[in-house]
């Protein structure tokens, strides 16, 4: 089969062997992947990952039980071991012994095929079409901010970055109520919010510091910490989305002096991305800006790391 993969930061397309599922895998022919920040990362050397890349995807179950086979899937990427104590104490995607689908000890979905615990798939329903399922995993990822922090109408919220994940991550805060606004450098990303009603702000017009009761930094660059870092008031709260390479110090002080929180969060409820796409409370469908095939390899990656691009498709099974 056909595989976009990463191999000492090389990137190519290449003849693999189809996966073998194991006893409790589901083998999943891929039918369309989507690019995001991460992938590009990897490709810049983030997680020294060599393998197939990609973790945003929708696709057919074709082996395994009953109850997924020839079912449309979206999946969880954390793979874990069920034994750990993080697993047994509720905490399994920080399983001690997981591999990571794209990134980390497991190869990903810009391919043909791939294989998943069965326990990672979420059967996609009729009302999302496939365009719509790729968003699901990045969509829980921008969910788990909720989860982690309690927005409220009262608050000034800041969203650092309109990129792909910073514009989910302010569609879902927009729905708090709270004051937002979504800060950029990017006229094309900070359009599509403009339409939405979302309040938008160049970063060089941002005159408020130490201002915002929480800062979420979506930007993907070693920059963003230290801009989140002026805009949170003392004793607010920085939420960071960002993983990058990155080979910056950054200067601590303002942490300690105004006793910021800061917080790590990474994968979200899948369950729900699904419900809220079922009910089209999000916009993914105008975020999608190219749609290009597997076999046009390093060029995926050289397209969805355009500034005109917001989210690249790649276009796998029939």
Known sequence: ??????????????????????????????????????????????????????HEFVGIVERGPAALKDKRVVGEINCVCGKCDMCTSGLANHCRRRSVVGIVNRDG????????????????????????????????????????????????????????????????????????????????????????????????????????????????????????????RPRGTIVMKTTCKSDHSVDLTALVVNEVMLLGSRCGPFGEALSWLARKDVDVSEMVTSRMKLSDGVEIMRKAAQTDQIKVLVQIGD
């Open 109 to 232: 979905a810009f391919a043909e095929y791939l294989t998943l615990p069965a326990r990672n798939c979420h059967i996609v329903p009729d009302a999302i079409s496939d365009e719509q399922a790729v968003f699901v995993e990045p969509l829980a990822a921008a969910l788990q901010v909720m989860q982690q922090v309690k927005i409220e109408p009262r608050m000034q919220v800041a969203v650092l970055g309109t990129g792909r994940l910073g514009l989910l991550v302010s569609q879902v805060l927009a729905k708090r109520k709270c004051s937002l606004t979504a800060i950029g450098r990017n006229p094309n990303t900070m359009r599509f919010l403009d339409r939405k009603g979302i309040r938008t702000s160049l970063l060089d017009d941002v005159k408020s510091r130490e201002a915002f009761d929480v800062v979420v930094d979506c930007t993907g660059s070693p920059e963003g910490l230290p801009i989140a870092l002026q805009l949170v």
């Open 1 to 54: 089969m056909k595989a976009l993969q990463i191999h000492d930061l090389k990137i190519h397309v290449g003849e693999i062997p189809i996966p073998e599922p194991g006893e409790n895998d589901v083998l999943i022919r891929v039918r369309l992947a989507g690019v995001c920040a991460t992938d590009l990362e990897i490709g810049r050397g983030y997680a020294g990952f060599n393998g197939t890349l990609g």
